[in-house]
């Protein structure tokens, strides 16, 4: 979602440099910011549109009648955020004219955003000692690891043990802030807590919680992770009952010159995995996605074109998105698959038969066909 606070101030700041008029749209099409401020609080049909059916760009040169909210001619790029569609940024005038600017304009937004989100989101600790070693290792840059280890020695924390980062979300409380300041007090006294497990706060209702394993449970940490979230969302119960907590688990670590980048890992999979509504989320299974999203459209379009042209032409594509999709969320289960669509199998298998003719790729019994597969969704969820 974006925030229109940082909508309003973008277009402020832009508005001097440029006579053309801009609007920012959020995910529901609603113009939230623009250079013609009578227009704020307006729908926009073809941001409605573009955002519903995952429209990277639309050229609009003629007005018609079917477009309520759209005033002029100008072009319409989509914003997303880890492959989502969250919004769109629009520039009205000459087309031809302004899609350069309106890309321009796209990349400085998208940019800045991020840069927003990534300082919204800073771990901190409640003790000087910690929240200047929650700096070193998630906010200086380059890492100064010589450093890291100095503070650490002093709070007598060791580098070299393994642990997993665990993202903490507790949701649906209006006191959230509190109930998760009560748990990071009660924590060092918890039966699972170790010496050596470091605990960070990150906003409103988020903590982040490097969790000690020993070297013989690596294999099986994620039977460790669960039974430390059992005992979590006990802790959250006796505060306040009935609420939910979800977590997001990255990979186990033992080198502190790695937990600021798995941080922003986590937090990558923290704004991917809004649209599902899972428990428990492990990095490790999102790895495909996660590398596609640090991939550019222009890197990967000579290896994947042709592949979204031949679905668009001879298929529909929300069909292929959710088979695909439904595949991929059930590690290519044609029975799984067809459950979670609510079909007969049978339908689930003629689909892929076709996506089979069609790209001459057998996505349920070769590997390479299933990565090759996912990264063709995850592309054209980009395009």
């Known amino acids: 979602m974006i ?8 277009i402020r700041r832009i508005r001097s440099q440029t006579d053309y008029n801009i609007n920012i749209m959020n995910e529901h099409g609603i113009i939230i910011a623009s250079c013609s401020e009578e227009r704020v609080g307006t729908f926009h049909a073809t941001a409605f549109r573009m955002i519903t059916n995952n429209i990277s760009i639309n050229v609009t040169e003629d007005l018609t009648e079917d477009l309520p909210g759209v005033t002029s001619p100008g072009v319409n790029l989509l914003l997303r955020e880890n492959l989502i569609p969250v919004g769109v940024i629009g520039v009205s005038g000459d087309p031809s004219t302004v899609m350069s600017l309106a890309k321009l304009i796209k990349l400085s937004f998208e940019s800045l955003y991020d840069y927003e989100l990534q300082r919204e989101f800073l771990p901190t600790a409640s003790t000087g000692a910690m929240s200047h070693l929650a700096r070193l290792l998630f906010v200086d840059r380059p890492v100064n690891i010589m450093r890291i280890r100095s503070q650490a020695a002093e709070l007598g924390i060791t580098e070299h043990v ?3 980062p665990l993202l903490i979300e507790y949701v649906g409380c209006e006191s959230s802030e509190l109930v998760l300041s009560r748990f990071a007090e009660d924590y060092p006294n918890s039966p699972s807590h ?11 209702n988020l903590l982040l919680l490097f969790k000690q394993i020993d070297e013989t449970t690596v294999a099986t940490y994620r039977n460790q992770i669960r039974l430390c979230i059992e005992e979590i969302d006990a802790w959250f119960e006796s505060q306040v009952p009935g609420q939910k907590s979800r977590y997001i688990c990255g990979t186990v670590q033992n080198r502190f010159s790695y937990y600021g980048r798995i941080y922003e890992d986590i937090m990558w999979l923290y704004r991917y995995r809004q649209k599902k509504e899972l428990k428990v989320y492990f990095l490790a299974d999102y790895l495909t996605e996660y590398m596609m999203s640090q991939i550019s459209t222009e890197t990967m379009a000579p290896l994947l074109d042709i592949y979204v042209r031949l679905i668009r032409e001879h298929m529909d594509e929300s069909i292929f998105r959710e088979t695909i999709g439904a595949l991929i969320e059930t590690s290519m289960n044609l029975s799984e698959a067809a459950e979670l669509l609510y079909l007969h199998k049978n339908t689930v298998a003629a689909r892929v038969k076709k996506i089979k003719e069609l790209l001459g790729i057998s996505p349920l019994t070769s ?4 990565i090759f597969m996912t990264a063709i969704y995850n592309y054209l969820n980009m395009v």
């Open 194 to 204: 170790s010496p050596n497990d470091l605990l960070f706060c990150i906003g409103g």
């Open 3 to 10: 925030n229109q606070a940082f909508a309003e101030q973008f």
């Open 367 to 370: 590997i390479r066909d299933a």
């Open 162 to 164: 393994n642990r997993y």
